[in-house]
């Protein structure tokens, strides 16, 4: 068994409306001289640490546990879940 | 008769509600902690208002997986009237009781404002002494109030008549103006304003009638006279 930190980031899925992202693009970045940036999206992450066997299994526990207890509602949102070592 | 006030950790509407129900209509009501279960014998259950978890992770979804909801569940199959506002909305449409979801409101802000609701169904357990269409004025308080579904979710709402409230201007950027909706038997019913806080001409100052409708519609379900 090893100690993984396993990052869970929820944002909204393409189409749902983001109106904290735009106003932070809007209102703040693009009000100075940063003109190249597009696009911002807001987002929610949590850092899990979690003792699994592998980088693989703690992947899916935690994919586990985000569909079985909603991290993510996912009529509007998805996760993305990055695992690193401890 | 008795209806079944769920209190969370962070419900803070559940002692006006409690009062209305039992000092203006005479309802023999009853406060049930979330982690216990529900007797058999609650002839209605409202969720109330509030910030249960202190709305962490996003509104009503930490409430959704409290031991009570399997009770709550298991009446809503029987077809027991379930209310839930505004933070009890939240929670049964996390719990998969009602359809959709309450995302931030367009503005970023809490809301805290009258507003006006239209009643598009008058079948259900709390509005059944309204006429269609009638006009409600009422007062929302919440940060996360903008109701979403998608398209095809939105069509089966129109056609098995599920949406209950809508609100007759653009308040928060909700799919089709929905305040409010109901489950398909009709007998779950969420909506997003306080008719807890409208009942009383003491603190409404508009018109109290048409939120009592509400209250005077589960009394017509249950049978009592008031």
């Not at chain 1, 109106?19 to 703040?28: H, K, M, Q």
């Not at chain 1, 597009?38 to 003792?51: N, P, Q, V, Y």
């Not at chain 2, 009643?119 to 509005?127: A, D, I, K, L, M």
Request: charged share 25%; with cysteine.
């Amino acid at each position: 068994m090893a100690t993984f930190n396993v990052q869970v980031t929820i944002e909204n899925k393409p189409g749902i409306s983001d109106p904290e992202g735009e106003t932070i693009l809007n209102d703040l970045v693009l009000r100075g001289k940063y003109d190249s940036v597009s696009k911002i999206k807001s987002a929610k992450m949590l850092r899990f640490t979690i003792e699994e066997n592998s980088k693989e299994s703690a992947q899916l526990k935690v994919q586990e546990i985000c569909d079985d207890v909603r991290i993510f509602n996912p009529l509007v949102s998805k996760v993305t879940i990055d695992v690193f070592d401890a | 008769m008795k209806v079944g006030v769920v209190v969370f950790p962070g419900s803070n509407c559940d002692r006006d509600m409690f009062h209305v129900l039992t000092d203006v209509f005479h309802l023999d009501a009853q406060y049930y902690w979330h982690d216990k279960g529900l007797p058999e014998n609650i002839d209605a259950v409202i969720l109330p208002g509030g910030f249960s978890y202190g709305d962490r992770l996003r509104a009503g979804v930490i409430a959704a997986h409290s031991p009570v909801i399997k009770d709550v569940q298991k009446m809503s199959e029987k077809g027991i009237p379930i209310l839930g506002v505004c933070n009890g909305f939240q929670i049964l449409v996390e719990s998969g009781l009602l359809p959709g979801v309450l995302l931030k409101n367009d503005s970023l802000n809490f809301m805290c404002e009258w507003t006006d609701l239209i009643v598009e169904n008058n079948q259900t357990p709390f509005t059944n002494q309204f006429e269609l269409n009638q006009k409600i004025p009422i007062p929302i308080a919440n940060g996360e109030g903008k109701y979403f579904a998608d398209d095809e979710t939105l069509k089966s709402l129109q056609k098995n008549n599920q949406i209950v409230f809508r609100y007759s201007d653009v308040v928060n950027g909700s799919s089709n103006r929905i305040a409010g909706v109901c489950n398909e038997d009709g007998n779950v019913v969420g909506m997003m304003p306080h008719p807890e806080r409208a009942v009383e001409s003491e603190i409404n100052p508009i018109d109290n009638k048409p939120s009592s409708l509400i209250f005077e519609s589960l009394l017509e379900q249950m049978g009592v006279k008031n």
